[in-house]
């Protein structure tokens, strides 16, 4: 059972295009990280948000963590072919000490040039 | 250091049979943690060790699946008398600290099919 809920599951975007993905939860996180997943490849982190409200940058990727961390989003602006890819969002539970992640199902974003 | 390593990437066996898969993590690593991923669905959590030690087993590890980390380094996943509903991709990934906040180093995975 996945208590992280991604949405949308799949996004299809063309080229310079921005593009938004949710993440929540009825749970209250310690942390959350985001990673992407290309085809036939392991999962590679993007970022981790700890605290609430955080916001954090990477180049075009924007990441916000809520005020509650009970839920997350993913901001790509201007989107790019390369950013093709399954985003999971994963989240550590609050009584969870040793660093166990929860991962969402995904959301499958394609970009076309 | 290349990262975390898993061995095969691709296996295919029959039905009833064993399998036995590899992962090396990140020599620094005192965590490893074997995950499994079905099409279409985020990974799912197995189990877990702490240098040697296996501390968690997910209720969904029935006493078909083995693991261990014997001396704290390399890992292996065994699957006794293997099932259809086995089919998955095994994830391997390591880290170093107390809490996750550091992430996972995910090894590129083992895509089992069973025939």
């Known amino acids: 059972t996945q208590l992280l809920e991604q949405s949308p599951q799949f996004l299809s975007i063309q080229e310079g295009e921005n593009l938004t993905v949710y993440c929540n939860s009825s749970s209250v996180f310690s942390s959350l990280q985001w990673y992407r997943q290309e085809p036939g490849e392991g999962p590679v982190l993007l970022v981790t948000v700890v605290t609430g409200g955080e916001v954090k940058k990477l180049k075009r990727l924007t990441f916000q963590f809520g005020d509650a961390r009970k839920d997350s989003s993913l901001h790509i602006t201007a989107a790019q072919p390369g950013d093709t890819g399954l985003y999971l969002c994963a989240g550590e539970g609050e009584t969870d000490s040793w660093g166990k992640l929860q991962f969402g199902a995904g959301t499958q974003v394609v970009v076309t040039p | 250091d290349t990262g975390v390593s898993q061995d095969p990437r691709h296996k295919i066996t029959k039905r009833g049979q064993n399998v036995t898969f590899r992962c090396d993590p990140i020599?620094?690593?005192?965590?490893l943690y074997w995950y499994r991923q079905t099409l279409g669905q985020g990974p799912e959590f197995l189990t877990y060790?702490?240098?040697?030690?296996?501390?968690?087993k997910s209720r969904l590890l029935s006493d078909r699946f083995s693991a261990e980390r014997p001396k704290g380094s390399f890992s292996t996943l065994e699957i006794q008398r293997t099932e259809q509903g086995d089919s998955a991709m095994y994830l391997c990934a390591s880290s170093e600290q107390v809490s996750s906040f550091a992430g996972y180093t995910f090894g590129s995975g083992t895509r089992l099919t069973v025939v």
């Open positions: 020599s620094e690593h005192n965590r």
């Open positions: 060790f702490q240098n040697e030690a296996q501390l968690e």
